[in-house]
């Protein structure tokens, strides 16, 4: 075997470089500190495989240099600075290291939490700093007894939630996603009502950054809690509306904030700076010694094995060359993992099975695709952390069933794929097929009929099927400034119908509450992609 090239694109610890320096089979360059543009252009047309971290975008113009790149390691979780769909297109594998640096994030959010309670960075500097000893000024209060709302009890969440019962606190999680014995099982109380964790003493969150969970802590939210709560944030910035938890700690709502992340770093010149009462650090939730060995090695063991085309460890994406799959079969694969995030996102709760349906020649192709569908459901609630080659270890993790069915090809369609998706809340069913060979459609949920383009934000509106209904929800929409893209309906035969309404623009609580107040509504939920 011909040795591979594997371009280190960032700084990594030690660790990971002696390991890829020392495989006799790989040839290393470590171009770390080259300028980006002589990376660009000189450097990353040598390599087989790259390890970057967020100093480095994988975008256009690196996709354009990667001649000879099969594969693209994040050596990291998040992967905001990878064009992960232009990678696709071009068969480049990105894979990143999700759990390496959990327990750094764990211990970070526990520093935040002790520090805001005891107020440890302010006394330090007094003294330090201005030479002060005034012990009265720094009373704090005790974790013991105090009531820790958890948002999100995953990798990470359920750590801190454990550690916070060794310090004698009552901690409660909130994550709809999660089977309750996951929290129950270490004393620890699950809620599915949101009100429980507002009325808590000290709020952490602990979700991916998507569509669901940006801004999900707002102005309303804050206004619900107690006088005096605690809020940390050691997750993904933009997860509490920023300039509403400004507020809330100017006017003493909040006493104190715990943040490591901001919506747009560097913040330095953040206004949150500008105020007494918040501890902040600059994302540090990986940096820790232990952390940052972890991930270099993990990379680089997940370079090499897929330079080597052992396996692609992680892999968030899947790559599909024209030559080894008929042509027909990608658009389905991209169908049924969209048609398992938008039944995630309007079914959300604790997932208990997924059913993948296909009819006709598709179906030969039914365990790839029962891998983009899981991955399709599952990325809502999981994020990072699921790709095509754990998908279906997590859902057997969580105790998910995956069902795979074969339907005879009766529906007039030529091929036609499907998802059941069964939550603790209920069942909801989609099929698509594709027309013309690209053009994927949404053509039945639940029992209504429909020809939907998957594609941008979706407002579901199930209502009793009485006149003047369209109407009113076009004027809705109009007057919370969103455009009307498209518009489809389906009925019914029980006098009911379901329109699903692609607009331009962010849905906000209020324009669902407006719906959900219409006499005729039945329901009503929204979809992103």
């Not at 500190?33 to 990376?39: A, R």
């Not at 240099?65 to 990678?87: F, L, M, P, Q, Y």
């Not at 998957?454 to 004027?475: A, C, E, Q, S």
Request: hydrophobic share 40%; aromatic share 6%.
């Amino acid at each position: 075997m011909s040795k591979k090239t594997i371009v280190v694109c960032d700084h990594i610890h030690q660790s990971g470089l002696d390991i890829l320096a020392n495989d006799s089979q790989i040839e290393l360059i470590n171009a770390a500190d080259e300028p980006k543009e002589k990376l660009i252009s000189e450097i990353i047309p040598l390599a087989d495989v790259a390890i970057t971290r967020s100093s480095t975008d994988v975008d256009d113009a690196f996709l354009a240099s990667a001649k000879k790149i099969t594969a693209v390691v994040r050596a990291g979780v998040g992967v905001d600075n990878v064009d992960i769909d232009g990678a696709s297109k071009q068969g480049i594998v990105i894979m990143n290291v999700p759990t390496a640096n959990t327990i750094a994030a764990v211990e970070l959010t526990m520093a935040h939490l002790l520090s805001c309670v005891r107020k440890f960075p302010y006394a330090h500097n007094n003294l330090k700093i201005d030479r002060v000893w005034r012990r009265q000024d720094w009373y704090g209060t005790e974790l013991k007894d105090k009531k820790l709302g958890i948002i999100g009890f995953g990798n990470i969440g359920s750590r801190v939630g454990k550690r916070a019962k060794a310090f004698e606190m009552n901690v409660v999680a909130f994550d709809p996603y999660i089977d309750s014995s996951k929290a129950t099982n270490f004393d620890i109380d699950y809620t599915t009502d949101f009100a429980d964790i507002l009325s808590c003493d000290i709020i952490t969150i602990h979700t991916p950054k998507n569509s669901e969970t940006i801004g999900m802590i707002g102005a309303d939210e804050i206004a619900k809690m107690k006088d005096g709560v605690i809020l940390i944030n050691c997750a993904r910035g933009g997860l509490y509306n920023e300039e509403a938890l400004l507020e809330g700690l100017t006017s003493g709502k909040i006493a104190m904030a715990g943040i490591d992340v901001f919506n747009k770093e560097p913040a330095t010149a953040h206004p949150l700076l500008d105020i007494d009462n918040i501890i902040v650090t600059p994302h540090l939730g990986a940096n820790t010694k232990e952390s940052q060995r972890n991930i270099a090695i993990q990379a680089a063991e997940n370079a090499i094995s897929s330079a080597k085309g052992i396996s692609y460890p992680n892999a968030l994406n899947l790559p599909i060359k024209e030559n080894e799959l008929p042509n027909f079969v990608r658009p389905y694969l991209e169908l049924i993992q969209k048609i398992g995030h938008i039944s995630a996102q309007v079914n959300r709760g604790a997932i208990k099975s997924i059913k993948i349906i296909a009819e006709g020649d598709i179906s030969d192709y039914l365990e790839s695709m029962g891998t983009f569908a899981t991955v399709g459901v599952l990325s809502e609630s999981v994020g990072d952390h699921i790709n095509y080659v754990n998908a279906e270890f997590v859902a057997e993790d969580r105790s998910i069933e995956l069902i795979k069915e074969v339907k005879p090809n009766n529906s007039g369609f030529t091929n036609k794929v499907g998802i059941k998706l069964t939550t603790d809340r209920g069942v909801i069913s989609i099929a698509g097929t594709v027309f013309d060979d690209t053009q994927q459609r949404i053509i039945e949920i639940d029992n209504y009929l429909l020809d939907v383009e998957p594609k941008g934000t979706m407002i579901l509106f199930r209502n009793t099927d009485t006149p003047g209904v369209i109407g009113d929800v076009g004027r809705i929409i109009a007057e919370h400034n969103l455009n009307i893209s498209d518009f489809r309906l389906g009925r019914d035969n029980e006098q009911q119908a379901l329109a699903v309404v692609r607009v331009d623009g962010k849905i906000e609580k209020a324009l669902l509450e407006e719906l959900s107040a219409l006499d005729a509504c039945v329901s009503v939920s929204y979809t992103t992609l």
